[in-house]
């Protein structure tokens, strides 16, 4: 084989940024002048100041092309009534979030930040250091939640108490600018994050969109669709294949060129993805309970592979859609323009409550009656409850499993109640509830069976699909497990949740046990005690 000539090829090579960005300042920047050419010196304390506006706001705001895509399921007549109700939700929530308060999702998400610095342009600083103090800034501030948890040896962990470390990811480039994407990730929502190790056998049209159609399938609903869904094919690591995925989810990609070259560079194939979202449609998994609206949109980004490789990348980014941009050049500090009224959105005849076929239950009976009073309703049955929940997730459970393996019992409290799987954000002043919503249900699916022997665990709320042995464990000892709806975390604190307390294991911070009361919190049967599933009939 010849020997190719030396050509450099940008991998991504966008081709426009058409992001509307507002001026957050002139202050923190200056020209310099070194060795015959201008160079923009950025003051530290600016880089403080991005990353604290730039997490601010994509906390409680979120970009208008997104909620245009949500809004246009309203007008759907393909749209199941199960798609409105929940794009309804996502846009009241949006519209409740964006007052600053209430982020619209409790898991207010990994800090991530991905720069490109220009080689002419001067800190004179460890930039991660100060655009860190941005993040600490903001988490500490605002009304969101620690997420995470930092090693003191391999079992042993603490919250770190500042939702740092941030994951941060800075590179050179050329010119005087230096750009940035922040990304606030949460935890379920990276989880559907996968790679396959595929070979060229992979790669014929029919083989590939049969496999990414199948992949698709299995991401479920634990992630709160309606999903921006993002598949790369290529790359020449494992690793690179799944940073392409995430800036994909982001919309940090969408202007590639949508062909290839002998040189290597990455592109979209536009209809690859339309086949896609079609097919996404088709699931009838729907935005979480049945219907069209599995995903907004679909992406799919070819790269180049080594010969012997040929990873395959999944990922999504979920109704917090929580990505922005923002850019340092000579002329201020710049922050992407966020929507500020996502409440224009919502269609007048969808201003109100609709409760239609709703069953009230009342958590404030005995166990033995609220089951019996769900065990009347079939699977798909929507609910509003009304009175006590305890909230436990993942370290809570583990504890609690703990105290069954000594051979102690469960406490009171967790067979009087149904148990909530969430795990809340800050509290604002004069509020009784910081925002709440629900987390991944699978996570605690090996409890189950073990609790519910024992009698706890008999009802359970939280989002997305589960897996066999719940349902075997439901119809065994007479469970239900109840599905809420998975993203408006600020609607629900703000009409949902009348009072929270602290019930046991406070050193936890968010993981701890938690009482709640609610008054017409929505949800659905999704198991019931015959064993009955709602996701089994669509994934």
Known sequence: MPVAEFHYQDPFPLTKDDTHYRLLTQDHVSVAHFDGQDVLKVDPEGLVLVANEAFRDVSFLLRSAHLEKVAAILKDP????????VALAMLRNAEVAAKGILPFCQDTGTATIIGKKGQRVWTGVKDEEYLSR?????????????????????YQEVNSGSNLPAQIDLYATDGMDYHFLFVAKGGGSANKTFLFQQTKALLNPTSLESFLSDKMKTLGTAACPPYHLAFVVGGTSAEACLKTVKLATAGYL???????????????????EDRLLQNAYSTGIGAQFGGKYFALDVRVIRLPRHGASCPVGIGVSCSADRNIKAKINRHGIWLEELERNPGRF???EYRGKYDGDVVKIDLNRPMREVLAELSKHPVTTQLSLTGTLIVARDIA???????????EDLPRYFKDHPVYYAGPAKTPEGMPSGSFGPTTAGRMDSYVEQFQSHGGSMIMLAKGNRSTVVAEACKKYGGF????IGGPAALLAQENIKKVDVLDYPELGMEAIWKIEVVD???FILIDDKG????KKLL
């Open 254 to 272: 969408d202007h590639l060129p949508t062909e290839g070259n002998p040189y290597g560079q990455a592109f979209r194939d536009r209809e690859l």
């Open 521 to 523: 919190f929505p949800a």
């Open 532 to 535: 009955n599933d709602f996701f």
């Open 481 to 484: 497990y109840l599905g809420s």
């Open 78 to 85: 393909e749209a199941s009534a199960n798609d409105r109700g």
């Open 346 to 348: 919502i269609p007048e």
């Open 134 to 154: 941005g993040v600490y800034k903001t988490y500490t501030e605002e009304n969101l939640r620690y997420s995470q948890t930092v090693p003191l040896n391999m």
């Open 397 to 407: 459970h583990a504890k609690l499993k703990e105290k069954l393996d000594r051979g």
